[in-house]
């Protein structure tokens, strides 16, 4: 089945713990991208990945990075998680016709 | 990407068939119409696209206006698993730069038993 998955779900930490959130997908898509989604703020684009190595940022990306070493994997990786950064987290690739697929979402709470 | 404008809610009876309009009088040759919907707090969920032809796809049929100023979304038979959000977004399908996903306000469309 063709689909983008997240890993954890649901996860809650406390301030400056490291974490990451791994998104793999099985589409062969070379584009991904992580999004955010806070009540009434929308979706916001925290970083995307046009392919393999190749990296940049969305409109949030303070305190976050990513890497792509793989193109099937995206990982969302936040190195000193702060309270503000609690939300919910998407990962997404984009098919032939730009279409995006979403993972399921990881729910962050950072106390 | 040209504007969109969707009513903010509507009902249907579950089984019945679920219309949802989209207006995009701005509309581009180039442009696209998609379609997604958001069930509350999952992963936003692709549901269809289309140029300037219907189509029809397993979730559901996109019916575009000849002129192409306006869509419907169409769910032959609503379940009530199909409560909620719909956004309609045009844009381009092309180009190599960055392609982030913001989504208007949409219509939440609520499947009644």
């Known amino acids: 089945e063709a689909q983008v998955t997240q890993n954890p779900r649901y996860l809650i930490t406390v301030t400056g713990k490291k974490l990451t959130v791994t998104c793999s997908q099985n589409m062969n898509h070379e584009y991904m991208s992580w999004y955010r989604q806070d009540p009434g703020l929308g979706l916001r684009q925290i970083y995307y990945?046009?392919?393999?190595?190749?990296?940049d940022k969305g409109d949030v990306p303070e305190g976050y990075k990513v890497s792509r070493k793989e193109k099937r994997n995206f990982p969302l990786i936040l190195e000193s998680p702060s309270p503000n950064q609690t939300s919910l987290y998407f990962c997404?690739?984009?098919?032939?016709?730009?279409?995006?697929?979403f993972g399921p979402g990881t729910r962050l709470t950072v106390t | 990407d040209a504007k969109t404008t969707q009513p903010p809610s509507m009902d249907c009876a579950e089984g019945r068939a679920a219309n949802l309009p989209c207006n995009h009088s701005t509309i581009s040759g180039n442009e696209y119409v998609y379609w997604y919907r958001q069930i509350h707090s999952q992963g936003p969920q692709y549901i269809i696209h289309?140029?300037?032809n219907n189509e029809t796809n397993e979730m559901a049929s996109l019916i575009i206006t000849e002129d192409r100023k306006s869509s419907t979304l169409i769910l032959p038979h609503a379940t009530l698993r199909d409560t909620a959000v719909y956004y309609c977004i045009v844009r381009v399908a092309s180009g190599g730069s960055n392609y982030k996903l913001t989504f208007g306000k949409g219509t939440l469309l609520t499947v009644n038993p």
């Open positions: 289309g140029l300037k």
């Open positions: 990945s046009m392919n393999v190595e190749v990296t």
């Open positions: 997404a690739s984009r098919g032939t016709y730009y279409e995006q697929y």
